[in-house]
């Protein structure tokens, strides 16, 4: 083709982009690659208030200036085939790259009018309803009035990963939909025969089976003030929809952290507050009951203390663990033992086999993560009791097991340990230890979950307890 040629065909193209736009029923506007406006119709500059304004061949940036419904980096973002829908004021604005027939990436909007918005097609050509349905990047669908599938775009088969739409063709449409999403399908589609727009959201599986989440608008499609069909448009929020639900959860959780948090430090301040009171209001206590008393005072305060330093530990769980340090777990685990056998010399400790491995980690996480262990079985073993720890490699995992003689811990505790601010309810071994803050095994459990590994726990009432980590090596190089 010579460029006379081409250009004949680039101004075809052009001249015929122009006249499909003017009849869609949407407002459209569409952006070349540089950014210059090159098409709008009626229905666009109605919807943003430019009847006084001559913006055709405007750059983006400065229509932008003039149109606040309008994203110049959804605009952008278009060019570099990404899609974005979003609600302005009464606007449902959708960006959406459109490629050209030689390669180019243009940038379209499409512009419904959400309150007054109907889907005219009466004397509308084929090449009309055909531009209406490809242009779109969502998957539309043409309903007849008892709801009958009769049409689907291009994208829509793509994206419900249908091969041959004439399997379907005339199904009913619910009937492709979970039975817990039929209602409120049916009152959108009610809502379309009634002349008004239909909106849901819910899930429903592709041919090949798999669940995706919808946001679904239904428009009714008119001849005069009869409705003769219907135009069902579906996007794919599933992404969208699993973060809202992740969101949601870590809200959730944070809420119930909180609750848990103000709860558990009741207990020390008033404890605090008490003694403190007593100390006040009596000047003639004797001193050995003074001394008894700040004892207390002393005890609930590292309790706190304690209490406080594990809450913001977990309060940054959420957040990721730099990985990126060659850590010789054999050398953490030395030292930790070591710093745990200084501070319970009532207790024998057993070091088992500790082969050399080392793995990409946090090594400051993962001795905390085995101090945790270890203190926790001194805690639970009666003085004199065993407490022992090896670290093995099994093919490509790492396996350190503490394993101690105490008091054991009953099978209906065993996934609750891990919860926060759980504690066995049972007398602590050691009267000296100010109570744990129920917070250690679920430090320990997210420094394991967040170096790729798993924690299991084995364990029955005055059997002794035997934790398990086991940590993937397959980073090792």
Known sequence: MNASTQGDSNQIHASLATSLISQVPLGILMFAPSGELQHLNDLAIKALHLQDQPVLHMHLEDICQQCHNLNPHRIRQAFLGHTHQERVQNLHVQYFPVVQTDGSVWASITLINMATSTVQVAGQTPATSEALFEISPDCLKFLDPSGRLLRMNS??????????????????WVSLWPEDAHPA??????????????????????????????????????????????????????ETAELEKKNREISDRQEQFINDAAHELKTPLAAIQGNLDVLLRYEDIPEDEKKEI??????????????????????????????????????????????????????????????????????????????????NAVKYTPAGGRIHISLQQEEQQAIL????????????????????????????????????????LPIARWIVEAHGGQMFLESALGQGSTFKVVLPLEALE
Not at 200 to 228: L, N
């Open 155 to 172: 994208n829509g088969m793509r994206l419900m990963q249908i091969d041959d739409f004439a399997l379907m063709e005339g199904q009913q």
């Open 185 to 238: 399908l049916l009152q959108s589609m009610q809502d379309a025969l009634n002349g008004k727009i239909g909106r849901f959201q819910g899930f429903c599986p592709t041919a090949r089976g798999q669940m995706r989440c919808w946001d679904v608008v239904v428009m009714p499609i008119m001849e005069g003030h009869q409705v003769t069909g219907m135009v069902a448009a579906s996007r794919d929020i599933t």
């Open 294 to 375: 700040l004892q207390d005072v002393h005890q609930s305060a590292t309790r706190l203390s304690r209490l406080v330093s594990n809450m913001l530990q977990l309060a940054r769980a959420d957040r990721a663990i730099s990985l990126d340090e060659e850590v010789p777990l054999h050398a953490v685990v030395h030292s930790a033992w070591r710093e745990v056998q200084r501070i319970s010399p009532g207790h024998q400790f057993d070091l088992g086999d500790v082969q050399s491995i080392e793995l990409y980690g946090n090594t400051d996480r993962l001795k905390q993560m085995t101090l945790i262990l270890l203190e």
């Open 401 to 440: 097991t503490v394993q101690d003689s105490g008091i054991g811990i009953a099978p209906e505790h065993h996934h609750k340990v891990f919860e926060r601010f759980f504690r066995v309810d049972r007398t602590r071994v050691d009267a000296r230890d100010p109570g744990g803050s129920g917070l250690g």
